[in-house]
T-cell receptor, first 113, second 117 residues
Framework: ETGVTQTPRHLVMGMTNKKSLKCEQHLGHNAMYWYKQSAKKPLELMFVYSLEERVENNSVPSRFSPECPNSSHLFLHLHTLQPEDSALYLC????????????FGNGTRLTVT | AQSVTQPDIHITVSEGASLELRCNYSYGATPYLFWYVQSPGQGLQLLLKYFSGDTLVQGIKGFEAEFKRSQSSFNLRKPSVHWSDAAEYFCAVGPPYSGGGADGLTFGKGTHLIIQP
């Protein structure tokens, strides 16, 4: 399997649920990212991990909790979400140095009811 | 602060016709510039990038883009579109040191391309 794989593809959860999104990359990259894509808005960078260390957290609410156990895997743990958190969550990877661009997964479509 | 403007939210083009999608940026120096495409139900895929050198860059799927410093633009073009080109197109800019990774990368809001038969 190659590229960036995200699971699940679709997720419906209530506001009191706890769930996790998973991302796996098979490209040998050393940086991984979470983005939020909402309708009519630019792509929002949420978290950046480089060499498994979190290097950026763009004022994301604490109900979103990332985890990067190794350079190939990235999780986004979700709890007590709000309906406005419904969106497409995209994972991406890249080489931290040099001229490598982002490689995206197909995303998880999250609906909070 | 850097910014990206894609003036057209939707564009409709007949199959076989030429295409130009506009992108204007605001940045203090010459940034790194990118075009990504997102087909329905998928993530973003890099079409092409400009770092330096020749201002006309070729990408995948027959796309090209031209960097015009005087106009702060990086418009995407294709001479003849196919129905499979229907998708969302995103322009992005980043600082010259970024290498295209997410740090400092700013995306436009996207242009939705509709292909008429």
């Amino acid at each position: 399997e190659t590229g960036v794989t995200q699971t699940p593809r679709h997720l419906v959860m209530g506001m009191t649920n706890k769930k996790s999104l998973k991302c796996e990359q098979h490209l040998g990259h050393n940086a991984m990212y979470w983005y939020k894509q909402s309708a009519k808005k630019p792509l929002e960078l949420m978290f950046v991990y480089s060499l498994e260390e979190r290097v950026e957290n763009n004022s994301v609410p604490s109900r979103f909790s990332p985890e990067c156990p190794n350079s190939s895997h990235l999780f986004l743990h979700l709890h007590t979400l709000q309906p406005e958190d419904s969106a497409l969550y995209l994972c991406a990877s890249s080489q931290r140095e040099g001229l490598g661009p982002l490689h995206f997964g197909n995303g998880t479509r999250l609906t909070v009811t | 602060a850097q910014s990206v403007t894609q003036p057209d939210i939707h564009i409709t083009v007949s199959e076989g016709a030429s295409l130009e999608l506009r992108c204007n940026y605001s940045y203090g120096a010459t940034p790194y510039l990118f075009w990504y495409v997102q087909s329905p139900g998928q993530g973003l895929q890099l079409l092409l990038k400009y770092f330096s050198g020749d201002t006309l860059v070729q990408g995948i799927k027959g796309f090209e883009a031209e960097f015009k410093r005087s106009q702060s633009s990086f418009n995407l073009r294709k001479p003849s579109v196919h129905w499979s080109d229907a998708a969302e197109y995103f322009c992005a800019v980043g600082p010259p040191y970024s290498g295209g990774g997410a740090d400092g990368l700013t995306f436009g809001k996207g242009t939705h391309l509709i292909i008429q038969p």
